[in-house]
């Protein structure tokens, strides 16, 4: 199908009828639906129907995920151009610390749990934004954003951790996805199917506009649903215990953030009763700590080895420099290139 005979479908509550007189029969089913229909399983045995991890819940997603992640990536450009970030280096290096565990701690969980291509596509950022407003979000792709503001709450790293674990729940999740699905297939119908699936990135990229809420305000997105909510919560515990950090600070942390319900939608709108998450939270902690134990050893493993290859390549640079310092004939050569030796 070609983009202009898509066009003027677009207005799909006169298609059906005129499609109807056109064939001089009355149909029983107006085509637009029944098409409508078609598309929807189509697209579900294409595309799908995906599990969430660790909680096995179904979810109905319609978009090839690689296509969402690019989107999280440009917009979180978008939304990083338009932000103060943080000059605080020592915010900034602690939120990307936590942020590499809890990324390395939902590799080895997932390769774990049979799961090791959820993260195929994935390229971690962590920038810490500077605002009063007590927020986080990972958009899909793993492209996360701390507010400062949010440092009022989460005052130590293991608070911090249940948060941006919650976050980056989300996005493994892939609740993005999902969601931008139940909104085309909710309000845009089969038109919109069609759109997505035929690689048509502007209309796509408006449905992600829509989906999450960013544009309006920038880096302020559409609180999810309490569905997925829930998932995060759960999800973000598991992978932040076994990244290290403590899950007994969860349930406190989300009772702090309910003293300050006006400027945290993300957190909240979405959680009428803070007192039953935070119960919730409570009884998962014995289910985190086998999670930790089960998969701690080798997140711990694989951290030691990475420390060691980083220590591996500063000797190496230091060496370099140091050798350079002692030849001040090649370091006085006329070079632009400092690879040049
Ligand atoms: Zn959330």
Same mark, same amino acid.
């Given at each position: 199908?070609?983009?202009?005979?898509?066009?003027?479908?677009?207005?799909?509550?006169?298609?059906?009828?005129?499609?109807?007189?056109?064939?001089?029969?009355?149909?029983?089913?107006?085509?637009?639906?029944?098409?409508?229909?078609?598309?929807?399983?189509?697209?579900?045995?294409?595309?799908?129907?995906?599990?969430?991890?660790?909680?096995?819940?179904?979810?109905?997603?319609?978009l090839p995920e690689a296509q969402v992640q690019?989107?999280?990536?440009?917009?979180?450009?978008?939304?990083?151009?338009?932000?103060?970030?943080?000059?605080?280096?020592?915010?900034?290096?602690?939120?990307?610390?936590?942020?590499?565990?809890?990324?390395?701690?939902a590799e080895v969980a997932l390769e774990g749990?049979?799961?090791?291509?959820?993260?195929?596509?994935?390229?971690?950022?962590?920038?810490?934004?500077?605002?009063?407003?007590?927020?986080?979000?990972?958009?899909?792709?793993?492209?996360?954003?701390?507010?400062?503001?949010?440092?009022?709450?989460?005052?130590?790293?293991?608070?911090?951790?249940?948060?941006?674990?919650?976050?980056?729940?989300?996005?493994?999740?892939?609740?993005?996805?999902?969601?931008?699905?139940?909104?085309?297939?909710?309000?845009?119908?089969?038109?919109?199917?069609?759109?997505?699936?035929?690689?048509?990135?502007?209309?796509?990229?408006?449905?992600?506009?829509?989906?999450?809420?960013?544009?309006?305000?920038?880096?302020?997105?559409?609180?999810?649903?309490?569905?997925?909510?829930?998932? @995060?919560?759960?999800?973000?515990? /598991? +992978? *932040? =215990?076994?990244?290290?950090?403590?899950? %007994? $600070?969860?349930?406190?942390?989300?009772?702090?953030?309910?003293?300050? @319900?006006?400027?945290?939608?993300? /957190? +909240? *709108? =979405?959680?009428?009763?803070?007192?039953? %998450? $935070?119960?919730?939270?409570?009884?998962?902690?014995?289910?985190?700590?086998?999670?930790?134990?089960?998969?701690?050893?080798?997140?711990?493993?694989?951290?030691?080895?990475?420390?060691?290859?980083?220590?591996?390549?500063?000797?190496?640079?230091?060496?370099?420099?140091?050798?350079?310092?002692?030849?001040?004939?090649?370091?006085?050569?006329?070079?632009?290139?400092?690879?040049?030796?």
């Open positions: 199908m070609t983009g202009a005979e898509e066009t003027p479908s677009r207005n799909d509550a006169g298609a059906p009828s005129a499609r109807g007189a056109g064939n001089g029969r009355k149909p029983r089913v107006p085509p637009a639906k029944a098409l409508f229909v078609q598309g929807v399983l189509l697209a579900w045995l294409a595309v799908g129907c995906a599990t969430s991890p660790f909680t096995g819940r179904r979810s109905f997603q319609l690019e989107l999280g990536a440009s917009e979180y450009q978008n939304i990083l151009e338009q932000s103060e970030l943080t000059d605080n280096e020592r915010l900034a290096a602690q939120v990307r610390r936590i942020g590499e565990r809890i990324a390395l701690a749990e049979g799961d090791p291509g959820r993260l195929e596509g994935y390229e971690w950022e962590f920038n810490v934004v500077e605002s009063d407003e007590v927020n986080a979000f990972c958009l899909p792709g793993g492209k996360v954003v701390v507010y400062t503001g949010l440092l009022t709450v989460a005052r130590d790293e293991d608070s911090l951790a249940v948060v941006m674990g919650h976050e980056i729940a989300h996005a493994i999740a892939e609740h993005g996805n999902e969601r931008m699905s139940q909104v085309m297939a909710a309000q845009l119908g089969g038109v919109a199917l069609d759109v997505a699936l035929q690689d048509r990135p502007t209309e796509v990229r408006q449905l992600f506009a829509t989906a999450f809420g960013v544009g309006a305000t920038v880096g302020v997105l559409l609180p999810f649903s309490r569905t997925h909510e829930r998932e @995060a919560d759960e999800i973000g515990l /598991f +992978l *932040s =215990t076994i990244a290290g950090y403590d899950p %007994r $600070a969860a349930a406190p942390l989300w009772e702090r953030m309910a003293k300050v @319900a006006a400027s945290a939608p993300e /957190f +909240l *709108s =979405t959680h009428p009763d803070p007192l039953e %998450r $935070a119960e919730r939270l409570r009884e998962l902690v014995p289910e985190a700590l086998e999670y930790r134990e089960k998969y701690g050893p080798e997140l711990e493993r694989r951290v030691r080895a990475a420390d060691a290859q980083e220590k591996k390549q500063e000797r190496k640079r230091e060496k370099r420099d140091a050798s350079l310092r002692w030849w001040p004939f090649v370091a006085a050569a006329p070079t632009s290139d400092p690879s040049v030796q």
